[in-house]
């Protein structure tokens, strides 16, 4: 039966993530109480003011495949949080539950809280529209709608009742403008967004999801498929969006990590192993696992 797949991870086949899955189950067995422990140490270490969200002993499962073992992470408002860590680790699998996405996953159990603003993402009352809304998505490959570049944008507004045509009008050249893409599509607003590079097709992306004004910005590997001209772009954007968003941002590249974000989650097998500030976790990392990952010893 094939599974069902979402975003990047090749769940069917790959070999490493069956490796990962037969060394989960051993852990499972071994060290349930000690992902506990563990893992509160790693978030009480760094305390963060004010977070924007607060994931609390939070668990998912894929069927027998324990995912996420009791993470524990606070997000700091208006700051850069980079998720690192190999290829299955569950980085993917976190940053859905920020959004619940993993509520389409037939196979996928949470256990656990996940707190926006200090309410529950999860709670019976939630609402899942509003909060998806505030919690905007980018993901690996660019995935603009068969539409013109103008509907892109104004699709999320007209979905929450926007038609006035001068307003739609302000919040694209707004959210172009903040995206650093409007210089380059100003002209060509009419024409279809598929006709755009792949780095103006992200910044388009990240465009669409700020003009339904989010608060938080959950970037998975957004620039894994770009060139380095493309990526630097990015970054800079993300850098610049900071002042007025909260970024998440799942990446393996390392030297991206350590460049632009202020904080880093290291995550192996399902764990949050150590958060911290991001020069702290690459200059003197305090656990032999993040320093082994970093020196790029395995990965
Ligand atoms: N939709 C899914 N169905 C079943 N298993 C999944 C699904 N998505 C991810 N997984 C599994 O969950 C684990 C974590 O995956 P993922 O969150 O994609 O990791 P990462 O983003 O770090 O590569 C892996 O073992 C992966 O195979
Ligand atoms: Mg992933």
Not at 91 to 102: E, G, I, T, V, W
Not at 269 to 278: A, D
């Amino acid at each position: 039966m094939k599974k069902k797949k979402i975003g990047d991870s090749d769940i069917s086949k790959s070999k490493d993530s069956q490796l990962i899955h037969d060394e989960n189950k051993k852990n499972d067995v071994n060290n349930m109480i000690s992902y506990e422990e563990k893992n509160r140490m790693n978030t009480n270490k760094e305390k963060i003011e004010l977070p924007v969200i607060e994931v609390k002993d939070f668990n998912l499962w894929y069927d027998e495949n324990y995912a996420l073992k009791n993470i524990n992470i606070s997000f700091p408002r208006n700051k850069i949080t980079a998720i690192i860590g190999p290829s299955g680790c569950g980085k993917s699998s976190l940053l859905r539950c920020f959004n619940r996405m993993n509520d389409v996953i037939d196979n996928c159990k949470i256990q656990g809280r996940v707190l926006f603003n200090g309410n529950d993402l999860y709670a019976k009352n939630a609402d899942i529209r509003l909060n998806r809304k505030k919690i905007g998505m980018i993901f690996q490959k660019p995935n603009p709608f068969p539409m013109s570049i103008y509907d892109n944008i104004t699709y999320g507004p007209k979905l929450h009742k926007i038609e006035d045509k001068k307003v739609l009008d302000e919040i694209i050249e707004r959210c172009l403008k903040k995206a650093v893409l409007w210089d380059e599509v100003s002209d060509r607003l009419e024409e279809t967004a598929m006709g755009l590079s792949g780095g103006q097709q992200q910044r388009l992306c990240i465009a669409r999801a700020l003009a339904v004004e989010p608060e938080i910005l959950l970037m998975d590997e957004p620039t894994a498929s770009l060139d380095p001209i493309a990526t630097q772009k990015i970054e800079e954007l993300i850098l610049e969006l900071k002042k007025n968003w909260t970024i998440i941002i799942v990446t393996h590249n390392m030297q991206q990590a350590a460049r632009i974000s202020d904080y880093t989650g290291f995550m192996y097998l399902g764990e949050l192993v150590e958060f911290g500030k991001t020069i702290q976790i690459f200059e003197k990392p305090e656990k032999k696992m993040t320093e082994n990952y970093i020196t790029g010893r395995f990965g």
